[in-house]
């Protein structure tokens, strides 16, 4: 199983912009496709975006797509998250996820294995 660790949370005012990391240890990161989701307070965890495991497919949450962009590093084990022009609503805790099974690309939240703590994204108004 993958440990994960995310760092780059913090406050940012709207219309700003914040760039998540996700080091990732335990498994061959190149097999695995990775993902972030994000909880807000009193809401459910949500999909926000996956990168597939050589980075030639991604898929985004139409909430972020236009504004946030994901993409990984395999020699560094890490995968990132570029948040450009933030809103308010874009406050929660956001997570990295490695999918369960090599090699599969997915969005679905019950297809990924392993999670890590999650950092805090503030936006203010």
């Known amino acids: 199983q993958a440990q994960l660790v995310e760092s780059g949370g913090g406050l940012v005012q709207a219309g700003g912009s914040l760039r998540l990391s996700c080091a990732t240890s335990?498994?061959?990161?190149?097999?695995?496709?990775m993902g972030w989701f994000r909880q807000a307070p009193g809401k459910e965890r949500e999909f926000v975006a996956v990168?597939?495991?050589?980075?030639?497919?991604?898929y985004y949450a139409d909430s972020v797509k236009g504004r946030f962009s994901i993409s990984r590093n395999n020699a560094k084990n890490t995968v990132y998250l570029q948040m450009n022009s933030l809103k308010p609503e874009d406050t929660a805790v956001y997570l990295c996820?490695?999918?369960?099974?090599?090699?599969?690309?997915?969005?679905?939240?019950?297809?990924?294995?392993?999670w890590g703590q999650g950092t805090q994204v503030t936006v203010s108004s």
């Open positions: 990168i597939s495991r050589y980075g030639s497919t991604t």
């Open positions: 335990g498994v061959t990161f190149s097999s695995y496709a």
């Open positions: 996820a490695c999918v369960a099974r090599p090699g599969m690309t997915t969005t679905r939240e019950r297809d990924f294995g392993s």
